[in-house]
């Protein structure tokens, strides 16, 4: 039971933030490279602007994820 929220409608910090806080779960997976926190959320950032992710809210747990669209 989750519903997608358009991100577009949410104050620009919360992006931010659920954008920082799905970067550092344990288990993301960026590849062999290291990349920053910053690095990390411009790149869920432009994901997100393309349409590629979307943000989810959970209503059971009452958290938010990002899902992927491909």
Do not use: N
């Not at 577009?8 to 659920?18: E, G, K, N, R, S």
């Not at 920082?20 to 790149?43: I, P, W």
């Not at 994901?47 to 491909?70: K, N």
């Amino acid at each position: 039971p989750s519903m997608q929220i358009p991100w577009q409608q949410l104050a620009p910090d919360t992006v931010t933030a659920i954008l920082e806080e799905f970067a550092t779960r344990e288990g993301t997976d960026y590849g062999h490279e290291q990349y920053t926190l910053a690095q990390k959320v411009s790149m869920l950032r432009r994901q997100l602007e393309r349409g590629d992710v979307a943000v989810s809210f959970d209503t059971q747990t009452e958290t938010c994820s990002l899902i992927s669209l491909r």
